[in-house]
């Protein structure tokens, strides 16, 4: 069955301590991972799109990388606004879209 | 653009009452998608559209859930009858013409709370 396991569950970060969230993933057929931020009371807001491993895409203090098992969403001196849920989600040969239960993250000031 | 747009942004019905949720997707886009979302089991697509036709439902629970799309710029999701468990925020996101995967715009969502 395909799944998608996000870690870790939260993540605690002092103002500009840099760190990586995990995105790991068993799909038949990957067809594109992708990495969304959501505040609270809000719906995702879409970030990224990887197609193949070795692909990584950048904006701001993020940067998002991709493997044939994982996706690392890095983040780099971040500031409290940044704080967010990150979502992770893999679409499958079948056009099957299957979200993870995100990372909570929350950067300290 | 106002962006996706839905309507209530919050419910709260007794048991057993029809529910009835509304979404306008931004101008343009050939897709639009229905989603649930919940602690326990994070983000489930219910179903998608594709120019105003249903093409994966394989999501919705049960009979008892129903959804729409008379034309591009409206759907509805229908709950009848309403069940605790169907307790909630439901998401409507709708994406470009051409572009399949994850959606890309979603809106703020409808907190459905059934007594």
């Known amino acids: 069955e395909d799944q998608v396991t996000q870690s870790p569950e939260a993540l605690r970060l002092q103002e500009g301590e840099s760190s990586s969230l995990n995105c790991s993933y068993t799909?038949?057929?990957?067809?594109?991972l992708f990495w969304y931020r959501q505040d609270p009371g809000k719906g995702p807001e879409f970030l990224f799109t990887?197609?193949?491993a070795g692909e990584e895409k950048e904006k701001e203090r993020l940067k998002a990388t991709l493997t044939k098992k994982e996706s690392f969403l890095h983040i780099t001196a971040p500031k409290p606004e940044d704080s967010a849920t990150y979502l992770c989600?893999?679409?499958?040969?079948?056009?099957?879209?299957?979200f993870g239960k995100g990372t909570r993250l929350h950067i300290l000031p | 653009d106002a962006g996706v747009i839905q309507s209530p942004r919050h419910e709260v019905t007794e048991m057993g009452q029809e529910v009835t949720l509304r979404c306008k997707p931004i101008?343009?886009?050939?897709?639009l998608f229905w989603y649930r979302q919940t602690m326990m089991r994070g983000l489930e697509l219910l179903i998608y559209?594709?120019?105003?036709?249903?093409?994966?439902d394989s999501g919705m629970p049960e009979d008892r859930f129903s959804a729409k799309m008379p034309n591009a710029s409206f759907s509805t999701l229908k709950i009848q009858p309403s069940e605790p468990r169907d307790s909630a925020v439901y998401f409507c996101?709708?994406?470009?013409?051409?572009?399949?995967?994850?959606?890309?715009?979603f809106g703020p969502g409808t907190r459905l709370t059934v007594l």
């Open positions: 799909v038949s057929g990957l067809r594109g």
């Open positions: 989600a893999v679409e499958n040969r079948d056009d099957k879209i299957i």
């Open positions: 996101a709708s994406s470009f013409p051409g572009l399949a995967g994850a959606p890309r715009f």
């Open positions: 101008s343009g886009h050939d897709y």
């Open positions: 559209f594709n120019n105003n036709v249903p093409i994966d």
């Open positions: 990887l197609y193949s």
